[in-house]
């Protein structure tokens, strides 16, 4: 998991979504509206729902390709619960919460080097 979190505005064109995720080496970004999250928009969502049908990606708003509402998983769960949870529901990004509070986004790339290293341990 990393705990750091970034987010990014609602209104925000997508088009800096993806130069956030680019610079920060990131999938996902949170959506942010003042101090609430709302969204999660990831690089598939720009991929499959702004460049694939040719939309503007200065002018789609991320408010128009994020995921709602975020889809969590409590921090004291275990790697395979976080894995069976992104598979029944057919994602690739997970915010983790401790109480209810957002800590940090897991991604399928963090449970593949987990379980990678799990059988060696």
């Known amino acids: 998991m990393s705990r750091r979190i970034l987010s990014i505005a609602p209104s925000a ?3 800096d979504a993806a130069r956030t995720m680019r610079e920060a080496k990131v999938g996902a970004l949170l959506v942010a509206e003042g101090a609430q999250y ?3 928009v990831s690089e598939s969502d720009l991929v499959r ?3 694939a049908v040719g939309g503007d990606a200065t002018r789609v708003r991320v408010s128009d390709v ?6 969590t998983i409590e921090l004291d769960r275990s790697a395979h619960e976080a894995s069976d ?3 029944e529901r057919g994602i690739r990004h997970l915010a983790v919460t401790d109480g209810g509070k957002i800590v940090g986004m897991l991604s399928v790339r963090h449970l593949l080097r ?8």
């Open 13 to 15: 064109p997508v088009l």
């Open 38 to 40: 709302v969204g999660v």
């Open 49 to 51: 729902r702004v460049l």
């Open 66 to 71: 994020m995921q709602a509402p975020i889809i």
């Open 85 to 87: 949870l992104m598979a």
């Open 114 to 121: 987990y379980f990678k290293n799990w059988g060696s341990m």
